[in-house]
């Protein structure tokens, strides 16, 4: 993805965004779309529900618009031309700053439907570690209210704030739970972890491209294994769903020593390389301090965008083996544009294409060796209606019988959620495996020549 902040533009109809009221969008309507039958109709549309509708505490003429907005996009049927309203964008930004006051742990999701928030990681160090927070634990109330029904993402909005302000959370432990208070410090994002594997193997995760802090990060975490004469690596990009194009190139570029990286093609079918300066150019740059050791690439069904770049490039160039899933496919490029009201509009451009042309689009990278992601045990659930209300239902799940009983609406639900695996290390930036249960990172270093 293109950097936001790079790109200027004039919005004409998009000035829309901005919470301007019924008159003063009139005037817009000597510009091309709002004289069509069509832009007229949207403006009487408008203004009626500002004069008429009922409930006058609903017509809020910026909701309205953006309504209006996300309602002209989903149009296209492409997810991946979208907007972003302004306070999900100010939290974008943060994030790809790599910086921002917080507490200093990662999130994800407490139930299956992708809602609640659960600790993946507790880092050390960090006020949430001060605070006695541990990872497992699972985040109930912020500032005493439920946020168990929100997304992370709206959850992370209310736990991030001001710099030595307070937060208070609830948290649920083993079935109990407890009050924290935490106070807000700057918090680093590490978009790269190291570590070494059996065999004096290194090991490299990229867990996002959306994070301008991976240039730095990437090129120190390449000399750290130059520096300890690593002569194998396992590069992973699994559940990496992606970021900035020229931090896919800049990465893949530590890995090559010629050939092009990438390559785009726009809505007139005309190929070319990127334009950006340095290691960011497309092209692969032989420099001293690249890894030139036998390396491999694990990626999974979540590595989208610029892991795509990353693991095409290498496969293509014949510089490693791709082992795991067949990744996501999202393969075209957006031009981010900054909005009059805050937000910003994502619009997909173009499309890129590996060194042999291959498209990613909708189709993702095939690996050379397929292999399972068994790091996370399947999830087993099922509901169904219409039994008497107490009914005692006998279901055969995985082998074995189990027992539910219909609710007072007649209705019964079974869910299965194993324990969860350990998912990362406490301390950033470094690495945690787990090696045991990892079947790709086992035929990784089966192909490095570890048994």
């Known amino acids: 993805m293109n950097k936001s ?14 919470a301007i009221g ?23 549309v408008l203004g009626s529900l500002q004069q008429l509708y009922l409930d006058k505490s609903k017509v809020e003429t910026d909701k309205l618009l953006q309504g ?15 907007y972003t309203p302004p306070e999900d964008n100010a ?8 910086s921002f006051f917080g507490i200093g742990v990662t999130l994800e999701p407490a139930n299956p439907d992708g809602t609640g928030s659960r600790a993946a990681q507790v ?16 985040i109930i109330k912020v500032n005493g209210e439920d946020i168990t029904k929100l997304t992370t993402r709206q959850s992370v909005r209310k736990i991030r704030g001001p710099k030595d302000t307070d937060v208070k959370l609830t948290l649920r432990r083993d079935g109990q739970t407890l009050d924290i208070t935490v106070r807000r410090a700057e918090v680093q994002l590490f978009a790269v972890e190291t570590g070494m594997l059996p065999g004096d193997i290194g090991y490299i995760s990229i867990n996002t491209f959306y994070n301008e802090r991976i240039f730095d990060q990437i090129a120190a975490a390449v000399k750290k294994m130059n520096d300890a004469g690593v002569k194998k690596l396992v590069l992973d990009m699994r559940d990496n769903g992606g970021g900035l194009l020229d931090g896919g190139i800049f990465v893949a570029d530590q890995f090559l020593q010629e ?9 007139n079918g005309v190929e070319r390389l990127p334009s950006g300066p340095g290691r960011t150019s497309g092209k692969a740059q032989k420099q001293p301090t690249d890894y ?51 937000g910003k509009v994502a619009i997909v451009a173009q499309e890129w294409l590996t060194p042999k042309g291959r498209a990613i689009q909708g189709k993702g ?31 055969n799940i995985g082998g074995k019988s189990v027992e539910l009983t219909a609710d007072k609406e007649g209705r019964f639900t079974y869910s299965d959620t194993p324990a969860r695996l350990p998912t990362g290390s406490d301390v950033q930036g470094q690495a945690s495996v787990d090696l045991k249960n990892d079947a790709q990172l086992q035929e990784a270093l089966k192909q490095l020549g570890q048994r």
Not at 5 to 18: E, G, K, N, P
Not at 22 to 44: M, N, P, V
Not at 313 to 329: M, P
């Open 5 to 18: 902040r790079r790109i200027t533009v004039i919005a004409v109809s998009l000035a829309a965004t901005a």
């Open 22 to 44: 019924y008159a003063q969008l009139r005037t817009y309507a000597s510009d091309g779309a709002l004289k069509t039958i069509e832009g007229q109709t949207f403006l009487e």
């Open 68 to 82: 209006a907005i996300n309602g002209m996009l989903s149009s296209l049927e492409d997810p991946f031309t979208s």
């Open 91 to 98: 939290l974008d930004e943060e994030d790809l700053s790599g």
């Open 123 to 138: 880092y050390k160090n960090q006020p949430a570690a001060k605070a006695g927070m541990l990872a497992g634990d699972e």
């Open 259 to 267: 050939g092009n990286i990438v390559s785009l093609r726009d809505r």
């Open 292 to 342: 030139t050791g036998e390396m491999v690439v694990l990626v999974n069904k979540n590595s989208a965008s610029a892991s795509e770049i990353v693991a095409g490039a290498l496969q293509d160039l014949g510089r490693a083996k791709v082992i795991g899933e067949k990744t996501f496919g999202k393969g075209v490029a957006q031009s981010v544009l900054s909005l009059p009201d805050g």
């Open 365 to 395: 990278i095939e690996p050379d060796i397929v292999i399972p992601d068994s790091r996370r045990p399947n999830v087993v659930a099922l509901e169904g209606s219409g039994a008497a209300p107490g009914t005692k239902i006998t279901v």
